[in-house]
């Protein structure tokens, strides 16, 4: 499956991005999907994560602001970023797994895109 993360952008403190992953090549439903980002000079560590069951999990810093979806008949996963912060600075990756999924690890992933950059200024 080939993945494309965009919606990223620069934006104030307290505002709001909507990050969108496109999918393509394999039966999208049949994947496990999910966000990760990576600050500069730091590694890559989750954010959100949906399992094959459709159970939704979050790291503890983005829960209460952060909302993954998707919908699968576009082929598509979400992450709605509200009331960001300068610590949610990065470039965020979406990426997926064949099969039950939800892990909250890099190596948990088989398939990842290109990043998008997010900035939140102060």
């Known amino acids: 499956v080939q993945l494309q993360a965009s919606g990223g952008g620069m934006v104030q403190a307290g505002g709001s991005l909507r990050l969108s992953c496109a999918a393509s090549g394999r039966t999208f439903s049949n994947y496990a999907m999910g966000w990760f980002r990576q600050a500069p000079g730091k590694e890559r560590t989750f954010v959100a994560s949906?399992?094959?069951?459709?159970?939704?999990d979050y790291a503890d810093s983005v829960k209460g602001r952060f909302t993954l979806s998707r919908d699968n008949a576009g082929n598509t996963m979400y992450l709605q970023m509200n009331s960001l912060k300068p610590e949610d600075t990065g470039v965020y990756y979406c990426?997926?797994?064949?099969?039950?999924?939800?892990?909250?690890?890099?190596?948990?992933?088989?398939?990842w895109g290109l990043g998008t950059q997010v900035t939140v200024s102060s």
């Open positions: 949906i399992n094959w069951s459709g159970r939704i």
């Open positions: 990426a997926a797994v064949r099969g039950y999924g939800g892990s909250y690890y890099v190596n948990g992933y088989h398939y």
